[in-house]
């Protein structure tokens, strides 16, 4: 049996990570140990907020400046444009299809945009923009679009080809694990919390993933164990980084977002007048027949 150790081993940057993983310290994450308390589509973050941090999150839905005179617009064309292609790329091998990937990362900026006060504020807004793009890129309701039934991403040479059918053969939930764990080099802890899972139940799906990747790669399968978890993440990187990338001009994405607003806005209006409506022709037809 593999066993996963709580932090990252060291690796050469990646080509799908956002930023370099921070030094992290000893850590005693035992398998049974739970994922942080609070951990929702944020990647993990906690719950609780200080209150710098709420008095922050009140400036910028004020539309006042941060620190340094950056306005909102400016520290989300920011955030898009460091970490937009690497998510696509990363979606892409999630999803198996480029047009999807590209829908799904576009779609996950238009709702950081929504809650731009809570994300800028958020100690990890690129992690909170990842775990949202990574949950409508793996959405089963994807699967009745037209057009997705054919994978659409570079397969690159034949072994490459076989690494991505084996991928994307996985379950979903190993899919991910093993990509954020070995592709991204996050630590167990961090990637448990993501998926908001234990530590256990985490350690089981990476696992897992290893194991069916080794059966279905050959090059994989021919390795030592110890040295798998390495070589698949130089895999992972080395098919993400061969991935075009068609990025959506950042207006556009932040436009696209405040106009889903408004349409939700009116739609709810529309639905509050329509039943309004309905319970006072309800009431004055009640009232006649007594």
Known sequence: METLTTTAPERAEPDIRETPPAPSPERSGGAGESASAGAAASGGRPAGRTAAATKATEAVRAGKPRAGGVTPEEAFDRLYQR???TLIRQCALLCGHRGLAERAVTRAFELAWQRWPEVAVDRDPA???RA???DVALSPWHRMRP???RAQVHPGPPEDRELLEALTALHPCYRRSVLLYDGLGLGLP???AEM???TRATAHRITGARHELAERVPRLGRLPVE???RALGVLLRDLAAAQPVRLAPVKTVRMGSERATRRWVWSV???MLVLLSMVTVTAVTGSGLA
Do not use: F, I, K, P
């Open 83 to 85: 970490h937009a292609a």
């Open 127 to 129: 992690g909170w923009v």
């Open 132 to 134: 949202a793009a990574h």
């Open 147 to 149: 057009g997705l039934g």
């Open 190 to 192: 961090e990637t448990a």
């Open 196 to 198: 908001e899972a234990s």
């Open 227 to 229: 040295q798998r978890d």
């Open 269 to 271: 209006t529309t639905l």
